[in-house]
């Protein structure tokens, strides 16, 4: 394990700008590849380290929420695919941009379900590439930052990680789908009648 780690470094030092840009490019395809955002996000770390892993993923995701503008304006049938994946998660519920901003964070929740909400929240495209750029930026860190310390644990504890992380998903896929009301987390208020 010593000698692939030390290995990584100077592959990615010989790649030159050609690595850089084959990562910025993985973020792109990551939707074809069904890869989440994590994954990528903590290779980047684990690769290029916390600071260049995390700029190549704010230049990823941004680049990804940019398409997805894109590809919504070109296909109409793409946004209805995405508008019904919405309305399946959350059922017609609105959500506010903090609260877009908070679900981004989430490893699991769909990227492109909230790019749409913020296509929607926002009046034109300049508005939405400044709310998907602010909202990637944390993510990037904290998702980064898991590869960078995964590349300085020693090899035995890197083996105990990747498997209680393979026992969770393992035990989530097992067991099969929770529906949880939307009210459990957030209650209505009370309207200015009562």
């Known amino acids: ?11 990615i030092e010989e790649a030159g700008w050609l690595a850089p840009v084959l990562f910025i490019i993985v973020h792109l395809i990551r939707p074809l590849l ?29 680049l990804m929420s940019l398409c997805f503008y894109k590809l919504v304006d070109i ?3 793409f946004r209805a695919r995405v508008t019904k994946l919405k309305a399946k998660f959350f059922k017609g519920r609105s959500l506010t941009l ?15 379900l909230l790019s749409l909400y913020l296509m929607e929240m926002t009046s034109n495209f300049k508005e939405y ?14 998702f980064t930052s898991f590869g960078q310390v995964i590349t300085e644990m020693p090899l035995y504890i890197s083996v105990i990680f990747f498997g209680m992380l393979a026992a969770f998903f393992s035990y989530l896929g097992k067991r099969g789908t929770q529906t949880y009301k939307w009210d459990k987390f957030f209650p209505r208020r009370a309207t200015s009648s009562e």
Do not use: D
Not at 2 to 11: G, K, T
Not at 42 to 57: C, D, M, N
Not at 102 to 109: E, T
């Open 1 to 11: 394990m010593e000698e692939f780690n030390v290995a990584i470094p100077h592959i």
């Open 34 to 62: 069904f890869l989440p955002v994590i994954v990528v996000c903590i290779a980047g770390g684990y690769l290029f380290g916390f600071v260049h892993g995390t700029i190549y993923s704010i230049i990823g995701l941004s």
């Open 75 to 77: 296909f109409p049938s």
């Open 98 to 112: 903090g609260q877009v901003m908070i679900l981004r964070l989430m490893p699991f929740v769909h990227f492109h």
């Open 129 to 142: 590439m400044r709310y998907s750029i602010g909202g990637v930026i944390l993510p990037a860190i904290v």
